[in-house]
């Protein structure tokens, strides 16, 4: 057996695996081979220690998309050679150079990108193109926390590490679902719970997957993180909670922030600005003080808001005020969302930083000229997201190269985002596939190798940078995306992009690291302990945290950073940070109707951003078969809306633009979904869902472009939307190959294991088949449903069935969609009665296929031994629930489901007493169903 180590694809945490092949062959193989693979968690990487998710257990079911992208194309979709796809570019680039000069170029980059790709597109852009409009989808998701970072530190660094989350006596977590967006990491706090009762406090508005398993939930007002932890500064203050000497020796404004905060809330009520108790905003700040080991940390739910920025600032200011920056166990910690987005950061892909943490300064811009020998080093700051394709929309920039990432439905106001690509003269997509939304927008398409295929190296949210490598041949004429930019730079007539490998622009990244720290020995980025390393040692590279100013200190992976209290301000202190908060256009609109409702967008628990990479892979796709909406029952009341019902979301109102109007392409369907755990006059959304699955398109339609005024990050929290009657008279599900001759209105396509389905809606009442298919049909009778069923058959066996009925059909798909195939006979059909009349159960675990039935029939069975073998009155919840996921193995493998099994098997659990009346039981106890 022969194995390679690399990394996962996926989120932050960065974990490393194992790929193994039982062949007697040496990695790499052919595709063909592929299913000779398996993969594992790598038992010595520091951020995962062997451990997975469901996402990164199935990493090689991504491998083959149902369309790879390998060869380049034309807009008309027809194959063309490398050399004609690298002088069409460089020929368009150069026209609009000389036409509209270099702000008309622009470049929009991935966290999913290798710190080598980054590198040199943003070389390429600000040194020899000469324009900083180079951004990235990491925009969307950290440069509130980069921003927040360079106001407090001076740089853009995380200080601690994976570690500090078991050495803390409290982990405060901050609009983070950890349990769903970085399982593993999660996992590590459980765990550190159990070992030394680690308090887990959850400041979310959503009672979250996270949220129920920790030990207190903090359900605050959306968009008022801020308030709450300016309060908690101004507790510590006023109870002389502080650490004064750290304070005075390695911070700047304190007492400018206090008085700031004693001015705006000298007569403001923190429990009534955040919706807390008064008892629960005292017992968090007594919590907060109760130990010096005290981690707080956020993701989505503090960036991606109009007040990002200030709020992790406000976090920050608590922990400089205690003295836990640096240090063991303690201080603020940025949960990065993407596999590489820190090592983008790294090397400038932002169009606020030049590179390796360098701004605009003329010292600055001279270093990095000389570096790269830059004829036309960029002055300025380019445009960023938002503003980029705004830029586009207007016609200020002409030509735009995407490389591995999905605009058209990731950015918010999507449908005019795309409207703006499909209207740009010159548009290039870089991509392992031709179906996503951008890439159907696209004058030439490159073929970019995916994970399993390119090489190079990721930065994880601890500042661990690990090597990703290649393990399988690439198929057609795929190449890296460093390669197909340093090919359009020299076709542009430019020197010095003559790389042959990863390893030539990780080494030249590393050497402008070196002389970076010479020239500003402040800074705390540095790899210059990797700028002479040979190829051979970057193939063997082990995980290595950064800083790392020595060859021996590779494989380090315990790091923190200003543990002396030395700062990379220009006074070597920190920054105490306080911005008031009185911008009412940062705030969404109020609820005027009662149609209206504040929307929440996020990730499910399986799918990985627009869903190029998951949404084939049927095993990830049985959580969230359909886009849905999810509220709770007394708002679902108020908008006049019910579970299952099919939903037309909008935006009330663009505080960007105020010539916006509402139409139906500014607007997307969902299925509503009851959920207790959504706050009163709230919904959520998932951010994954794109016109490449679903006809109408995902939540960014309905989402407008406001943003952060400090790090430009889009608001895609609590924006006010309307829900309106979607229009849909009929609705049901397609198997296999069947023509009807209306359009549906709603479409989303669904892998299974045994096929695929499509789930339909329909503007009419009646549904015709075209009459050139033989065709069957007739109607089923269930107590509160009707549903017709139509098939159609080729040599005598079914090639296509439709379920259709006024409400949603409730089948088991995956046995459904097995009947195609089979010969027409009257076991088939009585099959099929049998499944219609049966309904399905949702899945709850994607590891171990787990449904709602399962645990339900497995907790029934439990409590029926219990009680035959001791009692009715020594039935045991916590005994039930362990025999049950120790028998089914739900919630024991990744543990991203614990939270949903542990709510399944108590719902059950409680049926299951009810009907053993007149015995009785206790109820499970609080704590062993959260």
């Known amino acids: 057996m022969t194995s390679i180590n690399s990394s996962c694809a996926y989120c932050g945490v960065g974990c490393g695996v194992e790929v193994s092949s039982n062949l007697d062959q040496a990695l790499p193989l052919a595709t063909h081979q592929i299913d000779s693979l398996s993969l594992t968690g790598m038992a010595k990487h520091p951020a995962n220690l062997g451990r997975l998710c469901a996402k990164g257990e199935n990493l090689l079911a991504s491998i083959e998309q149902p369309t790879n992208l390998l060869y380049p194309q034309d807009a008309s979709g027809k194959s063309i050679s490398w050399n004609d796809a690298i002088n069409t570019i460089s020929q368009r680039f150069n026209e609009v150079i000389s036409e509209h000069g270099p702000q008309a170029v622009a470049f929009y980059l991935s966290g999913q990108l290798l710190t080598e790709d980054y590198y040199v597109a943003n070389k390429l852009a600000k040194g020899f193109i000469g324009t900083a409009n180079v951004d990235t989808n990491s925009?969307?998701?950290?440069?509130?926390?980069?921003?927040?970072?360079?106001?407090?530190?001076?740089?853009?660094?995380?200080?601690?590490?994976?570690?500090?989350?078991?050495?803390?006596?409290?982990?405060?977590?901050?609009?983070?679902?950890?349990?769903?967006?970085?399982?593993?990491?999660?996992?590590?706090?459980?765990?550190?719970?159990?070992?030394?009762?680690?308090?887990?406090?959850?400041?979310?508005?959503?009672?979250?997957?996270?949220?129920?398993?920790?030990?207190?939930?903090?359900?605050?007002?959306?968009?008022?993180?801020?308030?709450?932890?300016?309060?908690?500064?101004?507790?510590l203050a006023k109870h002389d909670l502080i650490d004064a000497p750290y304070i005075q020796a390695h911070t700047e404004h304190f007492d400018q922030a206090i008085q700031q905060i004693a001015t705006d809330y000298?007569?403001?009520?923190?429990?009534k600005l955040t919706g807390l108790s008064a008892d629960q905003v005292l017992a968090f700040y007594q919590l907060f003080v109760a130990h010096q080991q005290v981690i707080t940390a956020s993701c989505q739910g503090v960036n991606q808001s109009t007040l990002g920025t200030d709020t992790t600032n406000a976090i920050i200011n608590c922990h400089l005020a205690r003295g836990q920056v640096g240090k063991p166990g303690s201080?603020?910690?940025?949960?990065?969302?993407?596999?590489?987005?820190?090592?983008?950061?790294?090397?400038?892909?932002?169009?606020?930083?030049?590179?390796?943490?360098?701004?605009?300064?003329?010292?600055?811009?001279?270093?990095?000229?000389?570096?790269?020998?830059?004829?036309?080093?960029?002055?300025?700051?380019?445009?960023?997201?938002?503003?980029?394709?705004?830029?586009?929309?207007?016609?200020?920039?002409?030509?735009?190269?995407?490389?591995?990432?999905?605009?058209?439905?990731?950015?918010?106001?999507?449908?005019?985002?795309?409207?703006?690509?499909?209207?740009?003269?010159?548009?290039?997509?870089?991509?392992?596939?031709?179906?996503?939304?951008?890439?159907?927008?696209?004058?030439?398409?490159?073929?970019?190798?995916?994970?399993?295929?390119?090489?190079?190296?990721?930065?994880?949210?601890?500042?661990?940078?690990?090597?990703?490598?290649?393990?399988?041949?690439?198929?057609?004429?795929?190449?890296?995306?460093?390669?197909?930019?340093?090919?359009?730079?020299?076709?542009?007539?430019?020197?010095?992009?003559?790389?042959?490998?990863?390893?030539?622009?990780?080494?030249?990244?590393?050497?402008?690291?070196?002389?970076?720290?010479?020239?500003?020995?402040?800074?705390?980025?540095?790899?210059?302990?990797?700028?002479?390393?040979?190829?051979?040692?970057?193939?063997?590279?082990?995980?290595?945290?950064?800083?790392?100013?020595?060859?021996?200190?590779?494989?380090?992976?315990?790091?923190?950073?200003?543990?002396?209290?030395?700062?990379?301000t220009e006074t070597g202190k920190a920054q105490f940070v306080y911005s008031k908060q009185?911008?009412?256009?940062?705030?969404?609109?109020?609820?005027?109707?009662?149609?209206?409702?504040?929307?929440?967008?996020?990730?499910?628990?399986?799918?990985?951003?627009?869903?190029?990479?998951?949404?084939?892979?049927?095993?990830?796709?049985?959580?969230?078969?359909?886009?849905?909406?999810?509220?709770?029952?007394?708002?679902?009341?108020?908008?006049?809306?019910?579970?299952?019902?099919?939903?037309?979301?909008?935006?009330?109102?663009?505080?960007?633009?105020?010539?916006?109007?509402?139409?139906?392409?500014?607007?997307?369907?969902?299925?509503v979904e009851i959920d207790s755990s959504i706050s009163v006059d709230s919904a959520f959304m998932s951010m994954h869902w794109t016109k490449q699955f679903s006809r109408a398109g995902g939540v960014n339609q309905a989402l407008d472009s406001r943003y952060d005024p400090y790090s430009k990050q889009p608001g895609f929290k609590h924006q006010t939307v309307e829900i309106l009657e979607a229009g849909i008279k009929l609705q049901g599900t397609l198997f296999g190959t069947l023509d009807y001759a209306q359009t549906s209105v709603y479409q989303v396509q669904h892998t299974l294991y045994s096929g695929s389905c499509v789930h339909l809606g329909f503007a009419v009442d009646h549904v015709s088949l075209l009459s050139s298919q033989r065709s069957l049909s007739w109607t089923v009778s269930l107590p509160q449903q009707q549903i017709k069923v139509a098939c159609v058959t080729e040599n005598n066996c079914l090639s296509g069935l439709l379920l259709t009925s006024q409400a949603k059909v409730n089948v088991d798909l995956e046995a459904v969609a097995a009947l195609i195939g089979h010969e027409l006979a009257p076991d088939l059909l009585k099959t099929l009665h049998s499944l219609i009349r049966a309904g399905n159960s949702p899945l709850v675990c994607s590891c171990t296929g787990v449904s709602v039935a399962d645990i339900d029939a497995a907790v029934h069975q439990?409590?029926?031994?219990?009680?035959?073998?001791?009692?009715?009155?020594?039935?045991?919840?916590?005994?039930?629930?362990?025999?049950?996921?120790?028998?089914?193995?739900?919630?024991?493998?990744?543990?991203?489901?614990?939270?949903?099994?542990?709510?399944?098997?108590?719902?059950?659990w409680q049926i299951a007493l009810g009907e053993m009346q007149p015995y009785q039981a206790e109820k499970p106890a609080k704590e062993d169903v959260a």
């Open 139 to 235: 925009r969307l998701c950290m440069s509130s926390a980069v921003s927040a970072h360079q106001r407090a530190f001076g740089e853009d660094v995380v200080s601690g590490n994976y570690q500090d989350f078991e050495q803390a006596r409290v982990i405060v977590l901050v609009g983070s679902n950890a349990a769903w967006t970085h399982p593993v990491l999660f996992q590590r706090m459980l765990a550190a719970r159990s070992a030394n009762g680690t308090k887990i406090v959850v400041v979310d508005p959503m009672a979250s997957a996270t949220a129920k398993q920790a030990d207190v939930h903090l359900a605050i007002k959306p968009g008022c993180d801020h308030h709450l932890f300016n309060g908690l500064l101004s507790y």
């Open 266 to 271: 000298q007569d403001a009520d923190i429990a």
């Open 331 to 568: 201080g603020f910690f940025s949960l990065t969302g993407q596999p590489n987005a820190m090592g983008g950061r790294e090397v400038g892909g932002l169009a606020t930083q030049l590179a390796c943490h360098l701004g605009f300064a003329d010292k600055e811009r001279s270093l990095v000229a000389e570096h790269w020998e830059a004829p036309n080093i960029v002055g300025h700051k380019g445009l960023t997201a938002v503003e980029m394709f705004d830029a586009v929309a207007s016609g200020e920039i002409k030509a735009i190269w995407v490389l591995g990432t999905n605009p058209a439905a990731s950015l918010p106001d999507s449908h005019n985002v795309s409207k703006a690509l499909a209207d740009c003269p010159f548009v290039v997509v870089s991509d392992v596939t031709a179906d996503t939304d951008t890439a159907k927008l696209a004058d030439l398409l490159l073929p970019a190798l995916p994970w399993s295929q390119k090489d190079g190296t990721v930065t994880n949210s601890e500042r661990t940078i690990s090597r990703q490598r290649g393990f399988v041949i690439p198929k057609g004429e795929a190449k890296a995306d460093w390669w197909s930019l340093a090919q359009v730079a020299n076709a542009m007539g430019y020197a010095g992009f003559e790389y042959q490998s990863a390893y030539d622009v990780f080494v030249e990244h590393a050497q402008l690291s070196s002389k970076v720290k010479q020239a500003y020995p402040y800074k705390a980025f540095d790899i210059s302990g990797l700028a002479s390393i040979s190829y051979e040692q970057y193939q063997a590279l082990k995980p290595t945290q950064w800083p790392i100013n020595d060859t021996s200190q590779e494989g380090t992976t315990d790091r923190r950073v200003f543990t002396d209290g030395q700062f990379a």
């Open 582 to 671: 009185t911008n009412l256009e940062r705030s969404p609109s109020p609820i005027n109707k009662q149609n209206q409702l504040l929307l929440n967008s996020g990730r499910s628990r399986d799918q990985w951003h627009t869903m190029t990479r998951t949404g084939h892979i049927a095993k990830l796709r049985g959580h969230q078969v359909e886009p849905t909406i999810a509220m709770s029952q007394a708002t679902a009341n108020r908008v006049g809306v019910s579970q299952d019902q099919l939903i037309l979301c909008q935006p009330v109102v663009n505080c960007v633009n105020e010539d916006y109007v509402s139409t139906k392409n500014n607007a997307t369907i969902a299925r």
């Open 862 to 908: 439990q409590l029926d031994n219990q009680v035959f073998e001791s009692g009715i009155k020594s039935a045991d919840f916590g005994k039930a629930l362990d025999a049950v996921q120790s028998n089914l193995g739900c919630g024991r493998q990744c543990g991203s489901c614990n939270s949903e099994v542990k709510q399944c098997a108590a719902d059950s």
